[in-house]
């Protein structure tokens, strides 16, 4: 039986130790907690810990906030609308908008930061746990996977749903089989309705787990149906898939489903996924601890199927053996973008190792496996924050410089925020983000502030129309600068183009991390000099991180 096991002995320079399982269950439950208290620090001691959407999640927050409250809803008005259609990806700006009511912008984010690792750890161990109590010692795995790369990346909504997809599906494992109560089907439909709400690919997920479940555990009344129990048990699981399914299914339509190609071959693709590159951010040796996380999980799983004590596999490590395929298929197959939403393979690339380490609860394994499985799991863990931690730092006091400018700029302002380097190129040659740009939006932060209210030109959120705040017609910089877009390097445009278009002149500009580089690019040489016939420089951070332009 699953969960059943033998306390084995071992010889030590020929003496007999008892390893008593009880014993080391409780300890591994401490161990666990250190961890978890480990993976918020990198978090916690930098004022900012920043991420590429993080402050532009933060910055719509307190503009839907702000709007909804009536604070300076006439001026946000001349440039913003909310969105009337309440859609996926508004969890973020719900939780970041509350904590701004009574906390600065750095500690709002800050403390979604938080809650999403403390709701992705302990609901990845609640699923360990519920797939088998006794294999809890799985779950000290946990710390590549909260930092993958979406999160670093700033996609809120998409790595808290995931962590509400574990909680989700581990209630429901733990007691689909206790003649589930009309109140227990409520908890999970709201739950993936939650789920749903942050964003709709993880409630896919747990629907999917559910349903192959379900179906697993009422196998023997669809061969040998009794109609009135069949069609209640039908009903039931309808019912509690309704609500978040059609809230899924009119997303789906409002934004199509067109597809953009992805630019990788499927072997290209499968390498990545060996190379665990989803599970890297600052450093380009971050590979050795990412692969080393491939290489342990594969190795217990060849493992088990070897071990003398194996168990039959159980209806729920059948299901993640096959959310192992399914999400590996889909991460080998799919397009770059669905429906407008990108980087849909960053997403799905290191989900095959969480479901595979769900899986190998289901199996028995003695003292000496678990015993290394903790070392290589802290190990692992260990890697990660040495090789991230200084240069988190090191973001974190550019990231001060940056907002020492921003603190110059005066309420009710219309402000272009530029940003020059995503990547924060160093002195030294390489740059403080080898994985992604992290800085990419980090200069939303400056209209987050409550006794402010800006509007920041380079918001992206407000063009994509299932996220809470939109450009109004006629508003929107890309009709007019799109070469100035975050993401577009060198930036380069005619700023009085946009003044053209909106009939309003821009009171500031802020530069963020302007380098030599930068500077070298005949495009960028030309805007430079475009902005001093109208701007002069008002402030400059010690390093130039944060430049800030005045109009004359």
């Not at 306390?7 to 439950?29: A, C, F, N, Q, V």
Request: proline share 5%.
């Amino acid at each position: 039986m699953p969960g059943t096991y033998r306390i084995p002995t071992i010889k030590i320079h020929g003496l007999d130790y008892l390893y008593d399982l009880s014993h080391m269950l409780r300890y591994e439950k401490y161990f666990f907690h250190l961890m978890v208290l480990l993976a918020l620090s990198i978090i916690v001691i930098p004022k900012y810990y920043i991420t590429g959407d993080g402050a532009s999640h933060t910055y719509n927050a307190k503009v839907l906030f702000d709007m909804v409250l009536g604070q300076e809803r006439a001026f946000y008005q001349e440039f913003y609308t909310v969105n009337r259609a309440i859609d996926p990806n508004w969890m973020s700006h719900i939780l970041i908008g509350g904590f701004l009511q009574f906390f600065p912008p750095w500690l709002a984010d800050k403390l979604f930061q938080i809650l999403y690792v403390l709701v992705f750890a302990y609901g990845f161990r609640a699923l360990v746990r519920a797939a088998n109590p006794n294999n809890a010692f799985l779950s000290l795995l946990f710390f590549p996977f909260v930092f993958n790369l979406p999160f670093q990346q700033g996609f809120y909504n998409y790595v808290l749903a995931l962590g509400l997809m574990f909680w989700t599906t581990a209630l429901y494992i733990r007691q689909r089989l206790e003649s589930p109560t009309p109140f227990f089907q409520l908890k999970i439909s709201v739950l993936l309705l939650t789920t749903a709400f942050a964003h709709g690919m993880p409630a896919v997920y747990a629907m999917l787990i559910i349903g192959f479940i379900w179906l697993l555990d009422h196998y023997q009344l669809l061969l040998n149906p009794v109609r009135d129990k069949m069609l209640q048990e039908i009903s039931t699981l309808v019912l509690i898939f309704l609500p978040a399914a059609f809230f899924i299914l009119l997303f789906m339509v409002k934004r199509g489903t067109g597809t953009e190609p992805h630019a990788w071959t499927y072997t290209q693709k499968l390498m990545a996924f060996f190379r665990g590159w989803t599970l890297q951010s600052t450093r380009h040796a971050e590979v050795y601890p990412a692969v080393g996380v491939g290489l342990t999980i594969l190795g217990y799983t060849i493992w088990s199927l070897f071990h003398k004590d194996k168990v039959k596999m159980s209806g729920v490590g059948k299901v993640m053996l096959f959310m192992v395929g399914f999400t590996l298929f889909s991460y080998i197959t799919c397009p770059h973008s669905i429906g407008g939403a990108g980087s849909i393979d960053i997403r799905l690339a290191f989900l095959p190792w969480v479901f595979m380490l769900i899986y190998l609860a289901g199996r028995n394994w003695n003292s000496a496996s678990r015993m290394i499985f903790t070392g290589l799991s802290f190990a692992i863990a260990t890697c990660f924050l040495i090789l991230r931690f200084p240069y988190v730092m090191q973001a974190d006091r550019v990231g001060q410089e940056i907002m020492k400018a921003a603190n110059f700029i005066p309420d009710k302002s219309v402000v272009l925020n530029l940003h020059m380097n995503d990547w924060h190129s160093r002195a030294e040659g390489d740059s403080l983000f080898q994985k992604d740009g992290s800085f990419i939006h980090f200069s939303d932060f400056a209209g987050a502030y409550q006794n402010k209210h800006l509007i920041m030109l380079m918001n992206y959120e407000a063009e994509i129309n299932y996220f809470p705040v939109n450009w109004l017609s006629g508003k929107n910089p890309r009709e007019s600068i799109s070469g100035m877009i975050p993401g577009n390097y060198p930036p380069c445009g005619e700023v009085k183009d946009y003044e053209k278009q909106i009939g309003r002149k821009i009171d500031f500009i802020l530069l963020q991390n302007l380098n030599a580089y930068s500077l070298q690019d005949s495009c960028v040489q030309a805007m430079l000099s475009g902005f001093r016939k109208d701007f002069y420089t008002f402030y400059q951070s010690r390093n130039k991180a944060g430049i800030l332009l005045k109009r004359r």
